[in-house]
């Protein structure tokens, strides 16, 4: 008997983190992900709800820190097992771990200097870069398609879920006492639509299949619409005169605009801007999606080909780096014309807060989103048009021009999630994870109504018996 106890991203969408029981592999965490949308200092007090040094390995979908941030804390206590990731995860995972720890102890830094002026004791660490470094030597990485024997009688195998680079769509096989029992977890799943990632692999068997629901409740926008959408909305703002700032994830969505603004820039719709690459995460997190260009979409690669070009970089010829903290404070002075990409995606840290601070108040800024933001994060805020944010304990008006485009997600919509579903041959009893309640409640309703599939949806802490 196997058992599945979801930790995390049950009735939410952050904080991915499911515990597999069973004879055949022992103790199997899939994801180790970060609860995001609250404030960064507190996002690694959450206590592990089982003991990290009694797992014995951990099966890692992809790199996004909802299913991988607490990965540093997990080792920190005690946890020393193999975390299987893909290769371009593994790299993907160093910078986001990385950076992920140096925004905390920076933080933890600041907090420290105002308790000491307060006469308070000093708070210490919950994680630092070392554990970051064990966590990274305990990866093993492999290819999609390739099968590695886990515990006892389990193997393991990744396939490409077109989400992010090295995403996968993780199926464990099982024998216990000679029966086979194949779990597949979706992990995020992507947009077929998008340029750079393939298609999420087709899987047809399972006896049980945990999937992701982001989308559950809505399709996207048509993918062609939401490029003239985005088009358009750079006219508008070139018109007001001003800038665009651009909330974006630095894995996988800034990749996809810099591919989008690429052709926009072929087609000549671009003149008179400048691209600012504000994040140096987002820049090493390009570097890596050229390094490991092959996995992405055929089309995509003959698109840059075309133009002779070898990396992303390459395809957008009036895009600025901005790595240095100076460079990036220089962007203060340009009066139009920019468009600045800039971290955190959901605008809960990172610099795109210093870029709000010097604009959101002004009515030729726009301010364009372009990727999911979670309930209680800063960038949801805005989005459902709060008039005044605090920033930096001051209070900012919000009247630039708030735009959404829902078209670049990088999650499937709730169409191809069913019709992901459906490729499975054998009806495996199907659990929800990773969304809000009504994207699950209405995916689960759809799943029924539409092929009578009777989808479970856990909610924390709940056990799951196969
Ligand atoms: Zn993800
Ligand atoms: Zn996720």
Same mark, same amino acid.
């Given at each position: 008997m196997a058992t599945i106890r979801f930790h995390g991203a049950a009735q939410q969408v952050t904080g991915s983190c499911h515990l597999i029981e069973s004879p055949a592999v022992g103790k199997i965490l899939l994801d180790c992900g970060i609860e995001q949308g609250g404030d960064d200092r507190e996002l690694y007090e959450k206590q592990f709800d089982f003991n990290p040094q009694a797992i014995d390995a951990v099966i890692l979908s992809h790199a996004h820190l909802d299913h991988s941030g607490m990965l540093p804390k997990l080792v920190r206590q005690g946890f020393h097992g193999i975390i299987y990731c893909t290769h371009a995860t593994k790299a993907l995972l160093e910078i986001l771990l990385k950076d992920a720890v140096s925004i905390y102890l920076h933080d933890l830094e600041r907090e420290n200097i105002r308790r000491a002026r307060q006469g308070d004791t000093p708070l210490c660490p919950i994680i630092e870069q070392t554990d970051v470094a064990k966590t990274m030597s305990l990866c093993q990485s492999i290819d999609y398609l390739e099968q590695v024997s886990i515990g006892k009688a389990g193997v393991l195998k990744f396939r490409d879920a077109g989400h992010i680079l090295g995403s996968a769509i993780v199926e464990l096989a099982l024998t216990e006492r000679g029966e086979r029992k194949v779990l597949v977890f979706s992990g995020d799943l992507g947009n077929p639509d998008t340029v750079l990632m393939k298609p999420p692999a087709p899987v047809y068997h399972a006896d049980v299949l945990m999937m992701e629901s982001t989308y559950g409740d809505r399709d996207h926008r048509n993918y062609t619409s939401t490029c003239h959408q985005f088009a358009e909305i750079l006219t508008k703002a070139k018109k007001q005169g001003g800038n665009v700032l651009i909330p974006s994830f630095a894995v996988g969505r800034t990749q996809e605009l810099l591919f989008h603004l690429g052709c926009l820039y072929h087609k000549g719709e671009l003149q008179g801007w400048q691209v600012f690459l504000d994040s140096p995460m987002a820049i090493a997190v390009t570097e890596v999606y050229d390094r490991w260009a092959e996995l992405l979409d055929k089309n995509a690669l003959h698109h840059l080909e075309k133009y002779n070009y070898s990396s992303l970089k390459e395809f957008l010829p009036i895009l600025h780096l901005t790595p240095e903290p100076e460079q990036s404070m220089a962007? $203060?002075?340009?009066?139009?014309g920019a468009i600045i990409i800039a971290g955190s995606g959901m605008c809960t840290g990172g610099r795109i807060r210093q870029h709000f601070k010097h604009r959101l108040w002004r009515t030729d800024t726009t301010v364009l989103f372009v990727g999911f933001q979670a309930r209680n994060s800063l960038g949801r805020l805005l989005v459902d048009g709060v008039k005044r944010i605090k920033l930096f304990g001051e209070q900012i008006a919000v009247k630039a021009q708030i735009e959404t485009l829902g078209g670049f997600s990088a999650h499937a919509g709730k169409t191809q999630l069913i019709e992901w579903q459906q490729?499975?041959? $054998?009806s495996p009893k199907t659990i929800l994870v990773h969304g809000e309640s009504n994207a699950l409640e209405s995916l689960a309703h759809s799943l029924y109504d539409q092929h009578q599939v009777k989808a479970f949806v856990p909610h924390q802490g709940e056990i799951f018996t196969f």
């Amino acid at each position: 008997m196997a058992t599945i106890r979801f930790h995390g991203a049950a009735q939410q969408v952050t904080g991915s983190c499911h515990l597999i029981e069973s004879p055949a592999v022992g103790k199997i965490l899939l994801d180790c992900g970060i609860e995001q949308g609250g404030d960064d200092r507190e996002l690694y007090e959450k206590q592990f709800d089982f003991n990290p040094q009694a797992i014995d390995a951990v099966i890692l979908s992809h790199a996004h820190l909802d299913h991988s941030g607490m990965l540093p804390k997990l080792v920190r206590q005690g946890f020393h097992g193999i975390i299987y990731c893909t290769h371009a995860t593994k790299a993907l995972l160093e910078i986001l771990l990385k950076d992920a720890v140096s925004i905390y102890l920076h933080d933890l830094e600041r907090e420290n200097i105002r308790r000491a002026r307060q006469g308070d004791t000093p708070l210490c660490p919950i994680i630092e870069q070392t554990d970051v470094a064990k966590t990274m030597s305990l990866c093993q990485s492999i290819d999609y398609l390739e099968q590695v024997s886990i515990g006892k009688a389990g193997v393991l195998k990744f396939r490409d879920a077109g989400h992010i680079l090295g995403s996968a769509i993780v199926e464990l096989a099982l024998t216990e006492r000679g029966e086979r029992k194949v779990l597949v977890f979706s992990g995020d799943l992507g947009n077929p639509d998008t340029v750079l990632m393939k298609p999420p692999a087709p899987v047809y068997h399972a006896d049980v299949l945990m999937m992701e629901s982001t989308y559950g409740d809505r399709d996207h926008r048509n993918y062609t619409s939401t490029c003239h959408q985005f088009a358009e909305i750079l006219t508008k703002a070139k018109k007001q005169g001003g800038n665009v700032l651009i909330p974006s994830f630095a894995v996988g969505r800034t990749q996809e605009l810099l591919f989008h603004l690429g052709c926009l820039y072929h087609k000549g719709e671009l003149q008179g801007w400048q691209v600012f690459l504000d994040s140096p995460m987002a820049i090493a997190v390009t570097e890596v999606y050229d390094r490991w260009a092959e996995l992405l979409d055929k089309n995509a690669l003959h698109h840059l080909e075309k133009y002779n070009y070898s990396s992303l970089k390459e395809f957008l010829p009036i895009l600025h780096l901005t790595p240095e903290p100076e460079q990036s404070m220089a962007l $203060n002075r340009i009066q139009s014309g920019a468009i600045i990409i800039a971290g955190s995606g959901m605008c809960t840290g990172g610099r795109i807060r210093q870029h709000f601070k010097h604009r959101l108040w002004r009515t030729d800024t726009t301010v364009l989103f372009v990727g999911f933001q979670a309930r209680n994060s800063l960038g949801r805020l805005l989005v459902d048009g709060v008039k005044r944010i605090k920033l930096f304990g001051e209070q900012i008006a919000v009247k630039a021009q708030i735009e959404t485009l829902g078209g670049f997600s990088a999650h499937a919509g709730k169409t191809q999630l069913i019709e992901w579903q459906q490729h499975f041959k $054998n009806s495996p009893k199907t659990i929800l994870v990773h969304g809000e309640s009504n994207a699950l409640e209405s995916l689960a309703h759809s799943l029924y109504d539409q092929h009578q599939v009777k989808a479970f949806v856990p909610h924390q802490g709940e056990i799951f018996t196969f």
